[in-house]
């Protein structure tokens, strides 16, 4: 067996091999970064859709039992209905929209007042292009 001359053996990656992964890495991270933004958005969304049927449920609710629909949302934390209001996901704040109408929902009942309640966010769902303050 003869000596093999002018073979250098280097042990390593030469540089376009280095740039080739880290564009496969950088590339992996950006699909990572964009799903993990959307399941951020649908959590926001499932948690108004919840946040909203609370709402319009204790507005229900308080209105057949006292016979006079609510004025505010702080009536039906005082009543007990709701222990706090629910922050809007949307816009991370106690802001709701009240929706106020003369609609009785019983014979019984005396007054109007909150009927409905929205978001305040003018925001559009990427999932079912219908905005927010439309729920």
């Given at each position: 067996?003869?000596?093999?001359?002018?073979v250098v053996c280097k042990a390593g990656f030469t540089l376009i091999e280095l740039m080739i992964v880290m564009t496969i890495i950088l590339i992996?991270?950006?699909?990572?970064?964009?799903?993990?933004d959307r399941s951020v958005?649908?959590?926001?969304?499932?948690?108004?859709?919840h946040n909203l049927q609370t709402l319009r449920t204790s507005i229900d609710n308080y209105t057949l039992d006292k016979q006079a629909a609510p004025q505010s949302l702080e009536d039906l934390v005082q009543a007990g209905y709701l222990r706090s209001i629910p922050t809007d996901p949307m816009t991370r704040a106690k802001d709701w929209v009240?929706?106020?109408?003369?609609?009785?929902?019983s014979p019984e009942q005396t007054s109007s007042g909150?009927?409905?309640v929205h978001?305040?966010?003018p925001r559009v769902s990427p999932f079912n292009q219908t905005?927010?303050?439309?729920?």
């Open positions: 067996m003869g000596k093999r001359r002018g992996l991270i950006g699909m990572a970064a964009m799903r993990y958005q649908k959590a926001n969304e499932a948690v108004l859709q009240l929706q106020y109408d003369s609609v009785v929902l909150v009927v409905d978001s305040s966010s905005p927010y303050n439309e729920w």
